[in-house]
């Protein structure tokens, strides 16, 4: 199985899940877990390979121009992340399937956990910088929404929006290190930025790489000050917990330190900002245990406490730290996932997970109640068991410090305290919540044994906690060394998996270390039989949580003062502020960096065209004047000017821009009818606020601004066009159109083959503008003033269209009821206007035309139809989706793209096939023929998706407005009977 697979299976995976019908539990699950079984066999066939230090590189060619290739890498660090990912993934399939309540949307469950898998599977097998910060931010968003399943809880929706925006944040810094990263090598390549570790470290760019490498890396793994997020992410279902925040996620910022080891270690930064907030978070988590009430939570920090002690030992930037680093990811992954396994259990079958309500859970429990203990002393480092091995190696490493005398004696006794807050907040699980008097009547259900099946990933798991502790060199030996090898830079140092190494200080350090955290157990347990801990002592006034919700608060009041200050419903007076800002930027960038012009030789004087372009310019300024008097003049004038742009295009021999630009003027021009009348009705005789002189004042500032604006472009515009191009591309692309392309359309082919990651791009773009457009129409609801008037003030239904498209008020403002074209008619030009629309899609390859083109006369001719015949007969006759047909058009494109890439081709790369038919004959069919057919189909259900929520407008104002005459009518007939039984009162 390709290492392709490893990643892709999850998503399908995830796919197939999310369309089975929500009864389907065990199908779901089966499906889930058979994904993650047969991923981690396959990884683990790979091992033999690795572990001889072999790396399996998979490529796959995107843009090879930009150093940007699809690249998978597998090396015996990633084997080990891979094994945890789907090893631990594939239990937490099997606790889920009985955990999960048969009233839960499973499906949906199941659909995140498997694309999170997938996710998370990116990361780990990355070999492109790039490509890794893609799959960075997909674990984010997956983990958001496994956060928030249960969404109906506000603390899953809090919870799950904090971890969004702290991770998120850190992602984008992430992004700005690795493009610093390769920079300074000039290559995103894994393997080219591993072996460049002189270069990166002595560039002046290291340390600014290195602080937002670090931020993503902190932010990820819950590092001070970014820790209060894991805490709320307790809220998600315990098989989310289990594995995000023991086993998966909160390690990738383990694995991203991990990995840039060998480039961004060994200097005195690194060791100072990462040795110091590893060493903060270690004993701010271990402490904060102490004092939690819930079973999650304790453990939510004790993850905190275990991540800190990683990163403490990677900051220390010695070879055997890292090693021990690696040893303690692997370990602490098995205890903590079968730790949440049982507090997930207790929760399940008790109903609550309050330590204060729970008790003597031993006797009721004893199965689970015996994995959670040893699961627990492999936590606290008792030995025997695999916490103790790594903890052992932690103590010596601080031992082994040569830094700043304090630092030399410090960082030994953080470490020992550390361990006995270990120790002290394992005891509180395992004493209050095992042992003592059976549970009161404060817990909802009395506590038994989970299902058997329920019970077996937390075995082993607590199994192999055994088996490593008891037989380290033999059991994990080399799946040790061959993750370390690459870490350390492929040089292992020397270093034992004994379980004794005779009496010395890390020994010592572990005995203080169990002694001091029962002492301290017992001291907190008295205090609380006393009724005081009531709080957290000397944190309880400083909350994470609170800090980060006055953060999101103050930024959103900033927002709504600068929208106050900046904010206005006036178009003209956005448009101002948007042009200003515009012509500021570009005075600066000139001002910084002057244009130089050398112009080139220039073609004869046309009075022809000038005579043309001064038509324009007459459209344009009466357009501007008659914005005052009447709209729909103001709108055809713009358009002449657009049309004079048209022919601008055909007389520098641009046919295709000339096409396309005709029909989006058309296209543009009816949008702008249709959402004219939304705009506020003008008064007879009114006038604008403010005196005359006041007025005059603005029309010469917006007269000013425009002015500048426009001679800006028009001198931009001038420099470009008349400047000499001795390396001009344009004879690459009309020397490989047809060879390379499969067309003579130079234009078309350069946006299918040549530039189509841009095209494919723009159409992304212009589908999300298009769905914002719907959404946000869908929420509008138009001012008193803009709606329509009442039924009695329109036209009875006529045979030219829909009687709400003559309304008087839309004859006085828009130009929808001059086309008093009969209906019959306009539907009669769908089929000529659909076969013009096949013409220019079948020529576009070789002639002016195109999916583009296509998809906006296909518009144009539906637009007709809903003018004419109204909305409702549209949709009733032609049943058109807008939105199926944008994301069909977007996957057809990505397929098409995908395709080439699966071939080993940069992506969207064109192959034409030549087809022998009968009676066609030779026919050329050009892969980029399905990306064009993308383009089409997308264009289409944008633009009428746009149309279909102004057309829903009209409906709904219609309908106001017979229900304000219906309304009216009611209280007149009201009225008139109440009049009438007061006079017969009164005779």
Request: net charge positive; hydrophobic share 55%; glycine share 8%.
């Amino acid at each position: 199985m390709p290492l392709v697979l490893v990643i892709a299976l999850p998503f399908i995976a995830s796919i197939l899940a999310a369309l089975m019908p929500a009864n389907a539990r065990n199908r779901e699950s089966t499906l889930a877990g058979l994904v993650a079984l047969g991923c981690t066999i396959q990884i683990a066939w790979l091992f033999p390979r690795v572990a001889q230090g072999e790396v399996i590189v998979e490529r796959f060619r995107w843009i090879p121009a930009l150093g940007l290739d699809i690249v998978l890498r597998l090396d015996g660090f990633a084997w080990l992340f891979a094994m945890l990912v789907l090893g631990v993934g594939a239990l937490v399939v099997l606790y889920a399937r009985y955990y999960m309540s048969s009233s839960d949307p499973v499906p949906r469950f199941f659909a995140f956990f498997l694309a999170f898998m997938g996710a998370m599977m990116g990361v780990v097998l990355s070999g492109n910088l790039i490509q890794l910060v893609l799959f960075w931010e997909l674990t984010s968003l997956f983990s958001f929404l496994l956060i928030g399943y249960w969404h109906h809880r506000r603390d899953a929706r809090r919870g799950a929006r904090m971890a969004l925006t702290v991770t998120g944040a850190g992602g984008l810094c992430l992004l700005a290190g690795v493009l610093i990263l390769g920079r300074i090598v000039g290559s995103y390549e894994l393997s080219t930025v591993l072996a460049a570790g002189d270069k990166i470290r002595a560039d002046a760019l290291y340390l600014p790489a290195l602080l937002l490498v670090l931020l993503g890396a902190f932010t990820k793994s819950a590092q001070f000050p970014f820790h209060f997020w894991l805490p709320r992410a307790m809220a998600a279902p315990t098989p989310v917990s289990a594995y995000l925040h023991s086993a998966t996620m909160v390690k990738l910022g383990v694995f991203l330190l991990a990995r840039l080891w060998p480039v961004l270690s060994g200097t005195d930064a690194w060791f100072w900002l990462v040795t110091c907030t590893g060493a903060t978070t270690l004993l701010l988590g271990g402490y904060l245990a102490m004092f939690q009430r819930d079973l999650k939570a304790l453990l939510a920090y004790s993850t905190i406490s275990h991540l800190g002690l990683i990163v403490l030992l990677l900051g220390l930037g010695s070879p055997m730290a890292a090693v021990a680093a690696v040893f303690h990811v692997m370990n602490h992954a098995t205890f903590k996932a079968s730790l949440f396994m049982a507090a997930g259990i207790i929760d399940h079958e008790s109903g609550t997970r309050d330590i204060r309500k729970l008790s003597g859970l031993l006797k009721l429990m004893p199965i689970t109640g015996t994995l959670a203990i040893i699961a627990s002393a492999a936590m606290a480092g008792v030995p025997l068991l695999n916490g103790f091995l790594s903890k052992e190696m932690f103590f010596a490493e601080t031992t082994f410090i040569q830094a700043a005398p304090w630092m030399n004696i410090g960082l030994p006794l953080a470490a020992t305290l550390a361990g006995m807050f270990s120790v002290a907040y394992s005891l509180r699980l395992v004493v209050d919540v095992f042992f003592g008097p059976p549970c009161g009547p404060d817990v909802p259900k009395t506590p038994h044994e989970p299902p058997r099946w329920m019970r077996v990933p937390g075995e082993v798991l607590v199994v192999i906690c055994l088996v490593v502790g008891v037989a380290p060199a033999w059991s994990v030996g080399p799946m040790l060394a061959a993750a370390a090898r690459p870490v350390v830079g492929g040089t292992l140092p020397d270093y034992t998996l004994a379980l004794w190494h005779g009496f010395n200080l890390p020994l010592l350090m572990s005995f203080v270390a169990l002694a001091g955290g029962v002492l301290i157990y017992r001291l907190q347990r008295r205090l609380r039989a006393r009724g005081g801990l009531e709080v957290t002592p000397l944190l309880h006034r400083f909350d994470g949580q609170r800090a980060f919700e006055n953060t999101l608060a103050r930024l959103s009041e900033g927002g709504r003062r600068g929208r106050r200050i900046l904010g206005t419903r006036r178009l003209q007076t956005q448009l101002l502020l948007m042009v200003l800002l515009a012509v500021s930027g570009a005075a600066v960038s000139l001002y910084v960096q002057p244009a130089h012009h050398t112009p080139s030789e220039l073609l004869p004087f046309s009075t022809m065209f000038a005579m043309t372009w001064l038509i324009g310019g007459i459209c344009a300024v009466a357009a501007a004047w008659q914005a005052k008097f009447h709209r729909l003049a103001a709108l055809m004038l713009t358009s002449a000017a657009g049309l004079v742009c048209c022919i601008t295009f055909i007389w520098f021999s641009a046919p295709d821009l000339a096409l396309t630009q005709l029909i989006a003027e058309v296209v543009t021009t009816v949008l702008i009818l249709l959402g004219l009348r939304w705009l506020p009705l003008r008064k007879a005789g009114a006038q604008p606020a403010g005196s005359r002189w006041r007025r005059w004042g603005r029309r010469s500032r917006d007269l000013a601004v425009a002015g500048a604006a426009g001679c800006g472009m028009a001198a931009l515009s001038w420099i470009l066009m008349t400047r000499p191009f001795p390396q001009s591309i344009s004879a690459f692309f009309l020397d490989h159109a047809l060879s390379e392309g499969g067309g003579t359309n130079v234009v078309n082919v350069m946006l299918v083959d040549f530039r189509g990651f841009d095209t494919f791009g723009e159409i992304t773009v212009l589908g999300a503008v298009a769905l914002t457009v719907y959404a946000l129409l869908r929420r509008f609801r138009p001012a008193a003033e803009s709606m329509a008037l009442p039924p009695q003030q329109l036209v009875p239904h006529s045979p030219y269209g829909h009687s709400d498209l003559v309304n008087p008020r839309l004859l006085q403002d828009t130009a929808i009821g001059y086309l008093m074209v009969p209906a019959v008619l306009v539907r009669l030009l769908l089929p000529l206007s659909v076969l013009v629309s096949v013409y220019f899609f079948m020529r576009g390859h070789n002639q002016p035309g195109g999916g583009f083109v296509a998809g906006l006369v296909m518009s144009v001719a539906l637009l007709l139809q809903y003018i004419v015949s109204g909305a409702e007969w549209v949709e009733e006759h032609l049943r058109i989706y807008p939105r199926r047909w944008i994301a069909t058009g977007l996957l057809l494109a990505l397929a098409t793209g995908g395709g080439a890439v699966l071939l080993d081709f940069p992506f969207l790369t064109t192959h034409t096939a030549h087809l022998d038919l009968p009676l066609l004959g030779e026919v050329h069919v050009p892969s980029a023929l399905f990306f064009d057919i993308g383009v089409f189909t997308l264009v289409l259900g944008s633009t009428m998706l746009i149309l279909t929520a102004l057309a829903h407008q009209s409906i709904r104002s219609h309908r106001w407005a017979e229900e304000q005459l219906e309304r009216t009518e009611a209280e007149e007939a009201a009225a008139r009977e109440a009049a009438v039984a007061l006079q017969g009162a009164g005779a």
